[in-house]
């Protein structure tokens, strides 16, 4: 499988089968995903990676019980596997303090950084991890935490200065219970929409 039909093979998945990964298979996923670039080579994204009870303590303290009725995606909760990638910004400060980076200026406060690259670093990875599981012939969808991150972080001991940009389910697609969002329906921009060659 190339890069090319990696991208084109991928769509988010909602519903899973119970079916658990095989073993160290979720492993050796964040292994390669962490060969992203990262700024500086501060390599300051660390990964959650759960199964099982840790999967069910992701959804306790995310889904209040009695939301799960309504939520719209039933299927997503049975995916086997939870990761979710944490920009380390502790380590961006430390990496821009060093000397060979400290002219940037970056290295005092995390409010003085215009992109904060933990969460660049930390999406670039997530998106790998997409693409390795897609070559695995694994499902993935990549969602949001909203309000749930400092729950998270509290349940799982994440460090205090550690920044998610949402969490990756990976599992085997389940096509019986498959169940699409409504952004679905949105087709693909045209490319002479999106690519502005030599200017807007
Ligand atoms: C930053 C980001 C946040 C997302 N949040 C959610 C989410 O909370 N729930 C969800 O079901 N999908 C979420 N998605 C998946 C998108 O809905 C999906 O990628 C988009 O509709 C395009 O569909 P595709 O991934 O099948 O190509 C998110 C994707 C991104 C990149």
Redesign the pocket.
Known sequence: MTVTDALSD???C?SFTDQQLAHGLLDDLVDRARRTPTAGNCQGVEFLVLEGGGVADYWNVTLAADRRESFP?PG?LAAPALVVPWGMADRYLDRYAESNKARAGLGDSIGDWPVPYWLTDAAFAAMALQLLAVEAGLGC????L?GHEQAVAERFEVPESARA??TVAIGHPDPTRARD?G??E?GRRPLDEVLHRGGW
């Open positions: 991928r769509r988010s909602r995606w997503l969808c990549f969602f949001g909203f940009v949402g969002s952004s679905v949105r």
